[in-house]
């Protein structure tokens, strides 16, 4: 009875005195909350953020925030929705995961992707709802190389293509924290002049950089704009490689790894890179944009013409040291160079590199080197390839060799080597951070994979390629025969790249070996190592299309993303506009040269 009498007085309460009535509810709920801290105004601590970013010594494009915690670290659903798909890893999804749907305040869905769990919550099944705040799991680091919670906001659809920025929709205090774009880098690729620009900001916790212009200008006048915004696909790949970082001639590079929690970092670091630069331009001029539309733009920078570097050798004249390059040889009479028609590949002659002292106590050289342009005018790219063949290898266990290495005048910086491991031996790179030490895999073994030969009195086919140089993710990749075998990052904020060697670059202490060099190429206008082809499916085949790089070309496919192994699914003997039916459909392609 006393609940009929409440409601009946507050009925005539409400009738007699409708101006000085007030209705209490509890607050209104956030708009989103973090997924781990439940905080509606502070963001979880970041690794990498939304956007590109370095992953397996490759360019990648990061589509979330990874949220590093502990194992067992509770997760919260930031927003009231549904469950729209819950389970371990299945062909969607690589890892124990949980996907919401949610209400954009836009208007249309929203959906939420929480990756790597170590365990889903009980209840949090297909087409459950959720409230927000309400535990639907605990951060892991299934199909991870750390514990954290990998995050991700798809708007409109469930597709990772769908991805946008979260910043744009999570809380975080925004400053103006990027610095605009200079330090102007140039290469001639493919014959045309290209440009890196680099910026940062000095927090990983402010990572909200979402779009990148650039302006070509003659003068004054602005030949074209460029464009790369992450939240529109169009303009950036969604995907893994190297050979995606450009969309339209223009790309953008994160010089982060994903666990910057071990490296140790705490700012962020990026290029901008432009090719293709038709020859009016003379000038660029950069403008970097936030999620919280902050722009920050460059001064116009000059775009000095740079002559291509382009070095081919084929011993056939017999000089030693050709024309523009020099020798470097250890003291000793059991280190020799020599030029011979047993050396040669093709022709007439080729060049032999010996060292025959198996008690010597240093490590020791008996190489050409090319010097090349440095200080203001050095490039960001180098690739040197060459015929090799090991004529001798007399390693001990451990012992090693480098038939080509990048320099700095006579520090090795990123080399090409093989190595005796047990017995058999196996090829892959060395390089050196600026304290020297070793680059992110072991200086001798890289990352060697399973390329072990033969090797003695075998001519192969070598390409060594260094990019990003001058940056903190520089990146070594090395190529036996068109396939990849090797590839590693190192810091090279440091020590400049100023020169090739090739030959026997260096030798171990204790080693034995000779090699024979012949074709060798040495230029800054680097091959493509993927293009993005067109497939074109008819039933169970697809053919796909490319133009461009080195001819002859090879075509290789991978089925799994997170592999390294390639394997070669045809041989056009077209330059441009050639074609490859495989009946396999995998996921992942590329071209390469032979």
Not at 45 to 50: G, K, L, W
Not at 136 to 147: E, H, L, R, T, Y
Request: glycine share 10%; hydrophobic share 40%; aromatic share 8%.
């Amino acid at each position: 009875m006393m609940h009929h009498h409440t409601c009946f007085w507050l009925a005539a309460i409400s009738l007699l005195a409708p101006w000085r009535v007030t209705i209490s509810t509890a607050p209104a709920a956030a708009p989103f909350l973090w997924p781990l801290g439940q905080s509606d105004s502070t963001p979880d601590v970041m690794n990498t953020s939304f956007g590109p970013r370095l992953n397996k010594a490759q360019w990648d494009f990061h589509d979330g925030v990874d949220l590093p915690a502990p194992i067992g670290t509770p997760i919260h659903a930031a927003r009231d929705g549904a469950v729209y798909r819950a389970g371990p890893a299945d062909s969607a999804y690589s890892s124990r995961h949980v996907i919401l749907r949610v209400n954009d305040p836009n208007g249309g869905w929203l959906y939420l992707v929480h990756l790597h769990l170590d365990s889903i919550a009980t209840g949090i099944t297909n087409g459950a709802p959720v409230t927000q705040g309400q535990v639907i799991g605990a951060v892991g680091d299934d199909d991870a190389s750390f514990p954290h919670l990998h995050f991700e906001v798809r708007k409109g659809a469930s597709a990772e293509i769908s991805s946008v920025h979260p910043l744009g929709y999570f809380p975080y205090t925004n400053t103006v924290n990027f610095s605009a774009p200079t330090n102007a880098m140039l290469n001639r690729l493919s014959g045309q002049l290209a440009a890196r620009l680099t910026f940062g900001a000095p927090s990983k916790f402010e990572g909200d950089l979402v779009r990148v212009e650039v302006d070509l200008l003659s003068g004054t006048n602005v030949l074209a704009t460029r464009v790369a915004d992450f939240n529109d696909k169009t303009t950036v790949n969604d995907t893994i490689g190297d050979g995606w970082v450009y969309v339209n001639d223009i790309g953008v590079e994160g010089y982060q790894a994903p666990d910057m929690v071990g490296d140790g970092r705490t700012d962020l670091k990026y290029g901008v890179l432009v090719r293709n630069l038709p020859e009016r331009c003379d000038n660029l001029m950069a403008r970097v944009i936030d999620v919280g539309s902050n722009v920050v733009t460059t001064l116009p920078l000059a775009l000095p013409d740079r002559p291509l570097v382009e070095e081919r050798l084929g011993f056939e004249d017999g000089a030693l040291p050709p024309p523009g390059w020099a020798q470097a040889i250890s003291s000793g009479l059991s280190l020799q160079l020599s030029t011979n028609a047993a050396s040669a590949f093709e022709g007439m002659c080729g060049l032999l590199a010996t060292d025959s002292n198996p008690t010597a106590n240093s490590q020791q050289r008996a190489c050409i080197e090319f010097p090349l342009p440095a200080g203001a005018s050095s490039r960001f790219e180098w690739v040197a390839e060459a015929r090799i063949k090991p004529v001798a290898l007399g390693l001990p266990d451990g012992g090693f060799i480098y038939p080509l290495s990048f320099m700095s005048t006579t520090r090795t910086i990123a080399a090409a080597r093989i190595r005796n491991e047990g017995g058999v031996f196996v090829v892959g790179l060395a390089a050196r951070n600026p304290d020297f030490s070793c680059g992110n895999q072991d200086c001798f073994t890289g990352n060697s994979g399973t390329f072990t030969g033969p090797w003695l009195n075998v001519w192969r086919w070598w390409r060594l390629r260094v990019s990003r140089l001058g940056t903190r993710e520089a990146t070594a990749a090395l190529y036996v025969d068109g396939v990849e075998v090797s590839r590693l990052t190192w810091d090279n904020t440091t020590y400049e790249v100023n020169r090739l060697r090739a030959g026997l670059a260096l030798t171990d202490n204790g080693v034995t070996a000779a090699t024979a060099t012949d074709q060798l190429r040495l230029s800054e206008s680097t091959p493509a190592e993927l293009e993005r082809l067109d497939l074109t499916h008819a039933g169970n085949s697809m053919t796909l299309h490319w133009s461009g790089g080195l001819a002859p070309f090879q075509v290789q496919a991978k089925t799994n993303l997170i592999g390294v192994l390639w394997q070669s699914i045809g041989v056009p003997t077209m330059a441009t506009n050639a074609a490859v039916t495989n009946t396999d459909e995998a996921g992942f392609y590329r071209v390469i040269g032979q």
